[in-house]
């Protein structure tokens, strides 16, 4: 089979969804003579503020999903709660990448689970829990510590709950199903094995249609109260580990069949053996930092592999740190930016949303230094500068 025609700038590239994803993004198609369109229930959007055109839809208003894509010569997503339904109308008029089964597929954790074991890659031990009789057989196997979560629709820490053991399963269930009703998610959820791990790792790759790979190395990965806090390139691990780290993000974005990006998140255990944690099938946080870090950031790279282009070099120029900049700094008032302007090897990131929520990534900041440790020091230290008020 011939393979379709690269889609060339001057072309018009459909994002749906409209946050600081698809922001980048655009900002990558711009420089390279694209147009952007966004669709998402919002305006004034990160992504719209940038765009050609922004288009207020509700992701599952199919007559204006169908719309849009009639309006774009090739369509992406930047947000995983766009529904599969509305990727498979969408490509009814364009080219939808990644395809909508990827979606399908990595937008519900048993979904993926499955799929990973399926496919042969290491998951820790997880089990379907649709009531507190299920969570007590799910604990009886697999024991605790454990994590409860939601199989849909979770993100930064949602919809998940830690299992002590002697906990009761009906009263966690109870408190589980509370949550979950208070934010109407569905039923099913997902008994995790608590794992022991070093550190948490990731690696975003990317496919073309040509089936050519690249990725940007091993990145680590800190949490704090489940928000990507900072991350590191390249990561502080063996090279054994980063070795197969690749090789795993290689066989799964082979396995999907992806055109486009995708981050795999894993974790580094104590015993040094890797565990896949998430997938997520776009441009990722923890891969914020190659806008300025790499010769080809992962935007450009996106954008790239979905309108059929060679894929960029992903060469390091030099090591780097990214902190994320949440909603808590503008507690005070806006941050004291001149504080941190000064630093010759610091980039800053805002996101152009208005409203400043605890939690809510308005932003980042990307140090590049001679080894990532520096980096990351000098990147906390900034990040604390502007919580201090200067």
Partial sequence: MSRPPAILPGSTVGVLGSGQLGRMLALEARAMGYRIHTLSPSRDTPTGQVADLEVVAAYDDLDA?????????????????????????????????????????????????????????????????RSAKDLAAALAEIGAPAVLKTAGFGYDGKGQIKVEPGVSPDD?????????????VETAAVLEGFVDFEREVSVVAARGLDGSLVDYGVLANDHRHHILDVTVSPAPVSPRVAAEAQRLAHGIVE????????????????????????????????????????????????????????????????????????????????????????????????????????????????????????????????????????
């Avoid at 589980?176 to 934010?183: A, M, P, T, W």
């Avoid at 932003?363 to 906390?380: F, I, M, N, S, Y």
Wanted: hydrophobic share 40%; glycine share 10%; with cysteine.
């Fill in 65 to 129: 999903v169908s719309a849009f894509a009639r309006g774009v010569d090739v369509v992406t997503f930047e947000f995983e709660n766009v529904s599969a339904e509305a990727t498979r109308v969408a490509a009814e008029e364009a080219p939808v990448r990644p395809d909508g089964m990827i979606l399908h597929t990595t937008q519900n954790r048993l979904r993926e689970k499955r799929f990973l074991t399926d496919q042969g890659f290491p998951v820790a031990p997880f089990r379907e829990v």
């Fill in 172 to 184: 966690l269930w109870r408190e589980f199903r509370g949550d979950l009703d208070s934010q109407r």
């Fill in 255 to 390: 396995a999907v069949e992806l055109v486009g990006v995708l981050c795999v998140e894993m974790f580094l255990q104590t015993d040094g053996r890797l565990i896949v944690n998430e997938l997520a099938p776009r441009p990722h946080n923890s891969g914020h930092l190659t806008v300025d870090a790499h010769l080809t950031s992962q935007f450009e790279q996106q954008l790239r592999a979905v309108c059929g282009l060679t894929l960029g070099s992903t060469e390091r120029l030099r090591p780097a740190a990214m902190v994320n900049l949440l909603g808590d700094l503008w507690q005070h008032g806006e941050p004291d930016w001149a504080a941190v302007a000064g630093e010759q090897n610091l980039k800053l990131h805002l996101y152009g949303k208005g409203e400043a929520r605890p939690g809510r990534k308005m932003g980042h900041l990307t140090v590049l230094a001679g080894d990532a440790g520096t980096a990351k020091r000098q990147a906390l230290a900034s990040r604390a500068l502007l919580e201090s008020g200067g």
